[in-house]
């Protein structure tokens, strides 16, 4: 049985009141409006547990909306259009405040309901965008007159509504609020956590420098080619030269186009706190400048505050493994570094990773700490709340009418259909990638030769077959592991950029009108063909150190594409801003490599430690079929839902971004 919610008064509060009466059904209670679609997908009869407990702490913002949301998309577009008579006329954060931010009157209002549900009101941003509130569950419960309760949900047990949440009629700027439900709790990122991983051998400096007939493993297991054929071991990880020669740009970062004069924002759950000793010492073995506080800069973004109406400084909601996002910050900042060594790096760490993230992006954009922003994480699939979309797209659209560029890796399982063609109803991209204001970034498989050039490059989509008893199991290309995120949006149409370069039968994937496709364009991602990083981990015998290890995902794939973009803007000499536009505006030209499905599989053996770091538990063996093309979306020439136009091309990818 339900337990009838719970009212909690603020002391002489008339609006407390009117919202208690409203839950109960009085005749007297005020008007109330429902907010469509404030419950996610997961919340249902199947999945509920129990009622949360009255006393659990909740942390949420409730957002506000742009005024005049059309004409803010429409000008975000019109300035990120070549050939539009606004190109590039970017509005100042003061400008689009005064054009489309919420009023200070309907803030005013927002905060002073809050207060008289007793809640404790935390941040509102410059933009008015949202007002961040925290109370307890008992709080929510009369305020937005629902239920809140546990539910079981990808392994973890999870608050949500039990229904849609409804505010008075008399507030109709809130157009959603974020963070009564635990969706930000299903937040993926790809990088590992701070335990220490090791590279076992044999692996080698270049692809192809070691193969299973020339190279002999350390504990004599005989590992077998396929078909007759040596098959090459995986690299070690490619450096920072590798990586720049074979995108093509060591000649114009040698020149001083370093991305010198580029400010660059990554944005990620908590703050490592070695970073700047690992870039550092990563930077000195890898021929890169070292980065002083002006050119590493580290800023928290608004989460844990000093709550003005009670003094207490306080973190909405439970924090989550912040160690396990010290390898993403770090591959990250590394990444960004390794393309681009003279740009600028501001890393916005987000108080907890269920709730902050967009206020983390938001703050960026709303202060214009940087040009671009890259983000490695995302939630996999659409199937959110309209709640979460739109307030975080609100903030895509700003970003993009004031010139701020917002990337985000496009994921790591592909269509999210584990490789089954049977899931096919399931097939979806990841949001935010999936945001027609977004620059998806994709994932390939990389190989890079002896003199640091570019010597093929496939879709990433892994399998693996482990080697037992002397042969592979399954046979190749084996299961699919991972792969580059990717697929047709269900809730965004076709965006004008993509009209005529991705091809219908894509965009009308899921029948009727044509719809956004992800992603845009793609590095490299595979993380047996990954790059190497260096980090302070944590080793089984409880000491830590810096040592470095072979990484990937789409969430390398981003990092080194905002490199690169940085290299770009500083060719251009003038902002890109939001870059579709100019990225599909030169599809099929040679500012891309053109990734489509290889003639003959490439495929790579490799090893491992059984305990991830020493050999005192042995090898684990296996072979990597680098595309195994086992899912709903597929590479091929011209535009793919894979790898998108492409990758950057060197030269001609910097001149042709500059519009």
């Not at 941003?125 to 949202?130: A, D, E, K, T, V």
């Not at 030169?586 to 790579?604: F, K, M």
Request: net charge negative; aromatic share 8%; charged share 10%.
């Amino acid at each position: 049985m339900r337990r009838p919610p719970l009212h909690l008064l603020a002391a002489g509060s008339v609006l407390a009141l009117a919202a208690s009466l409203s839950v109960t059904g009085s005749a007297s209670a005020a008007p109330l409006r429902t907010l469509s679609g404030s419950m996610p997908a997961w919340a249902n009869a199947a999945t509920l547990r129990s009622a949360a407990p009255a006393a659990d702490h909740v942390g949420f913002r409730v957002y506000l909306g742009w005024r005049d949301p059309a004409a803010a998309a429409a000008l975000a577009t019109a300035v990120s259009t070549p050939g539009s008579a606004q190109y590039g006329q970017f509005l100042s954060p003061q400008s689009f405040r005064k054009q489309f931010a919420p009023t200070q009157a309907d803030v005013s209002t927002v905060r002073q309901w809050l207060r008289d549900q007793g809640f404790i009101l935390d941040h509102t941003p410059s933009n008015n965008l949202y007002v961040a509130a925290e109370g307890s569950v008992a709080q929510v419960e009369s305020a937005f007159s629902t239920q809140v309760g546990l539910y079981s949900h990808a392994g973890l047990t999870l608050h949500s509504p039990e229904s849609d949440l409804q505010v008075p009629a008399s507030l109709p700027m809130v157009s959603a609020v974020v963070g009564i439900d635990d969706s930000a709790a299903l937040v993926k990122h790809a990088a590992p956590p701070s335990p220490a991983f090791v590279n076992a051998t044999p692996c080698s400096t270049f692809f192809g420098e070691k193969t299973t007939a020339n190279t002999a493993t350390p504990d004599g297991t005989v590992v077998p080619g396929v078909g007759g054929q040596p098959v090459p071991y995986t690299p070690c990880g490619y450096t920072p030269a590798q990586l720049r020669g074979a995108y093509g740009v060591t000649d114009a970062v040698a020149a001083g186009n370093d991305g010198s004069g580029q400010t660059v924002a990554i944005i990620d759950a908590f703050d490592s706190p070695t970073i700047v000793n690992d870039v550092n010492t990563y930077s000195q073995l890898h021929g890169l400048p070292t980065m002083n506080a002006a050119q590493l800069k580290q800023v928290v973004a608004p989460g844990i505050l000093k709550h003005p109406e009670s003094g207490a400084s306080k973190a909405h909601g439970p924090v989550q493994d912040p160690q396990g996002w010290y390898g993403e910050q770090t591959l990250d900042i590394e990444a960004v570094h390794s393309m681009a060594p003279g740009a600028t790096i501001v890393y916005v760490g987000a108080a907890n990773n269920r709730n902050d993230l967009d206020a983390a992006l938001n703050h960026i954009v709303d202060e214009h700490l940087a040009s671009m922003v890259s983000n490695s994480y995302g939630f996999s699939g659409e199937d959110l709340p309209p709640g979460i979309i739109k307030p975080y797209n609100d903030i895509l659209i700003q970003a993009a009418a004031t010139g701020v560029g917002v990337y985000f890796s496009s994921g790591d399982s592909g269509d999210e259909t584990g490789g089954n063609p049977a899931n096919f109803a399931q097939a979806t991209p990841d949001w935010p990638a999936s945001s027609p204001f977004v620059t998806a970034v994709g994932g390939t498989a990389l190989g890079v030769g002896a003199a640091n050039d570019y010597q093929f490059e496939v879709g990433w989509e892994t399998g693996r077959s482990n080697l037992v008893n002397g042969a592979y199991s399954p046979a190749p290309p084996g299961n699919f592991t991972s792969g580059s995120g990717g697929g047709t949006s269900r809730q965004f149409t076709e965006p004008a950029y993509q009209v005529g370069v991705v091809p219908d039968a894509i965009a009308t994937n899921h029948g009727g009108a044509p719809m956004r496709v992800v992603p845009d364009i793609a590095a490299l991602a595979d993380p047996n063909t990954g790059m190497l990083i260096g980090q302070t981990q944590t080793f089984p015998d409880g000491s830590a150190r810096f040592s470095e290890f072979r990484i990937g995902g789409t969430s390398l794939a981003c990092p080194l594409m905002v490199g690169m973009m940085a290299l770009a803007q500083q060719s251009a000499g003038h902002d890109i801003g939001f870059a579709n536009p100019v990225i599909y505006a030169h599809a099929g030209g040679s500012a891309y490599h053109d990734v489509v499905t290889p003639a003959q599989p490439v495929r790579a053996a490799r090893a491992d430690f059984a305990n991830f770091v020493d050999d005192s538990n042995g090898f684990i063996y296996s072979l990597r079929t680098l595309y195994d093309d086992a899912l709903t979306i597929h590479t091929r020439p011209g535009y793919d839902d894979v790898t998108g136009v492409g990758s950057p091309n060197g030269a001609a990818f910097l001149a042709a971004m500059g519009g």
